[in-house]
């Protein structure tokens, strides 16, 4: 289960993770966890939650720090 929450400067996204989680869905995750700019992982008894922001430039667009962008992977 996903939730997108939208605030002015950045976007957040919530994900359940199943109990399980395969290998290769594990480092697909990872990938994509480090091209945000904030993510962290909740923990409680019952689910695990990750969760990711990535900045908003004010027009739609993802704003880019240049002192902290990557290289394009594309």
Do not use: C, K
């Not at 091209?35 to 990750?50: E, N």
């Not at 900045?55 to 394009?72: K, S, W, Y």
């Amino acid at each position: 289960m996903a939730h997108t929450e939208e605030f002015p400067d950045r976007i957040r996204v919530r994900i359940t993770l199943p109990p399980h989680l395969p290998d290769g869905r594990r480092r697909a995750l990872l990938t994509a966890l480090a091209d945000a700019d904030r993510y962290g992982h909740d923990v409680t008894a019952d689910r695990s939650v990750i969760w990711v922001e990535v900045n908003d430039d004010g027009d739609g667009g993802v704003a880019q720090d240049p002192t902290t962008a990557r290289p394009d992977r594309s």
